[in-house]
Nanobody
């Protein structure tokens, strides 16, 4: 599967952004889909995921602010980010996994999009 992320940008604290990831290839519905991010000088970290069964998972720091969703008919996964904070600044990647269960780290994902920059100014 090939992934293309979009929707990043420069926003102010408290603003919202919606990231989208378009997948090409067959069997999109069979993948667990994740969003991970990498800030300068830091390791790539798990942000959110949605399983093939539509169960969602979030890192504690974004719970209540971010919402992950998928549309299998359109082969897309989205990340709605509300009440953004400067610490959310990072390159955001969408990723696909064939693991049986959702993995909440970068090692569980086999396919990656190119990343989209999100910058939140204070």
């Amino acid at each position: 599967v090939q992934l293309q992320a979009s929707g990043g940008g420069l926003v102010q604290t408290g603003d919202s952004l919606r990231l989208s990831c378009a997948a090409s290839g067959r069997a999109f519905s069979t993948y667990n889909m994740g969003w991970l991010r990498q800030a300068p000088g830091k390791e790539r970290e798990f942000v959110a995921a949605i399983s093939r069964g539509n169960t969602t998972f979030y890192v504690d720091s974004v719970k209540g602010r971010f919402t992950v969703s998928r549309d299998n008919a359109k082969n897309t996964v989205a990340l709605q980010m509300n009440n953004l904070k400067p610490e959310d600044t990072a390159v955001y990647y969408c990723a696909a996994s064939t693991t049986q269960y959702v993995v909440r780290n970068r090692w569980g994902y086999e396919y990656w999009g190119q990343g989209t920059q999100v910058t939140v100014s204070s």
